[in-house]
């Protein structure tokens, strides 16, 4: 939609009456049943008439086999913006979105998924949520657990009461109080600082430190690996998704070569991933077909919602064709990432 190009009332009147039904039917919209089932007091040769002209200002398109016609990306990116009234969330979705994402004792990842599942399920369309990245979490302490002669376990305590626990294979020469003493080091030079920091300067940090021949040992171990110790992004591992088969069913996956195309958009996690992570510092956001970066979800929208608890932030929402209900969708996505956001918090 270019600046500027703004449409009268009757042509917005019947752009959203094409809209509406199309997402209802999934048929191509005609004049006879935009006359019928909108209730726009128009005839069906001034809706055909008004049609042809939304037509070649690029709104709206000829199917192949039918006279009606079907919204463009631009259609529904001004119906978006400009014409949909959201519908308020109903109560017992409300209670649904609850109940389902908010059992105690419940790991994030566990909420993110539930998340997605019944965002799916609401909106019969692919829910997705993106777990939080800690590259920005502060380390609180590190301790180190030998369990036996050539392993330690690194447990990493980070801000917001997060813990994560890593094998890491050592020398099997290294003495008890080395392990002490590097222990010691770690915490007095990497506590107070970010993991994103701490990847950027470890070497530099760690340089100069006292201790043992074994203890040197052991902190080189840290040193030349510590890219990977302090390293907790899930990567691909983070987008969770909910079930595809809500979208099944939906006519526009109807053909064997579709629903192909759709099974391996869900198993590109690396695709959602980036798609997803573009949102992330924004509010509610929808990106309409084209609009998408990769080429690959040119016939999808993503509405998506960001989530936020001091340093943690992600995103859920959900993935379909461009021909959804926006008006009920925008607010189910926001809602569910309010009471994830709430649980975090």
Request: net charge negative.
């Amino acid at each position: 939609m270019h600046e500027g190009d703004v449409l009268n009332e009757r042509e917005s009147r019947v752009l959203e009456a094409v809209v509406r039904l199309f997402v209802e039917t999934a048929e191509p919209a005609g004049s006879n049943a935009v006359a019928r089932r909108s209730g726009l007091g128009m005839s069906p040769a001034s809706i055909r008439s008004t049609m042809s002209d939304l037509e070649a200002r690029g709104y709206l398109y000829h199917a192949h086999t039918s006279g009606g016609r079907i919204p463009t990306d631009q259609a529904y990116r001004l119906y978006v913006n400009r014409l949909m009234r959201v519908r308020p969330v109903a109560a017992h979705h409300l209670e649904q979105i609850e109940n389902e994402i908010t059992p105690a004792g419940t790991a994030i990842e566990q909420v993110l998924r539930r998340a997605a599942q019944v965002l799916g399920v609401l909106t019969q369309e692919l829910g997705v949520a993106l777990a939080p990245t800690l590259d920005g979490l502060v380390l609180e302490r590190v301790e180190l657990v030998r369990p036996s002669s050539d392993r330690l376990v690194v447990v990493l305590t980070l801000q917001s009461g997060l813990v994560r626990t890593i094998f890491v294979e050592v020398p099997a020469s290294v003495a008890p109080d080395a392990v002490e003493q590097v222990s010691r080091i770690l915490n007095e030079r990497l506590a107070g600082l970010t993991l994103r920091e701490i990847r950027a300067s470890l070497p530099d940090r760690l340089r100069g430190a006292n201790q043992s021949q074994e203890g040197k040992e052991l902190l080189n171990v840290f040193v030349a690996q510590g890219e990977d110790l302090f390293d907790l992004s899930p990567g691909d591992a983070s987008v969770l998704l909910g079930s595809a088969q809500p979208l099944v069913g939906q006519p526009e996956f109807a053909s064997n070569d579709r629903m192909r195309g759709l099974l391996s958009l869900t198993e590109r996690r690396d695709l959602l991933r980036r798609a997803f992570e573009d949102h992330h510092r924004r509010g509610i956001t929808i990106t309409i077909g084209s609009e998408n970066d990769d080429p690959r979800l040119a016939e999808f929208t993503l509405v998506t919602s960001p989530y936020r608890s001091g340093q943690l932030s992600g995103v859920v929402g959900v993935l379909g064709p461009t021909r959804m209900p926006y008006d009920k969708i925008i607010g189910l996505v926001e809602q569910t990432s309010r009471m994830v956001e709430g649980l975090m918090s």
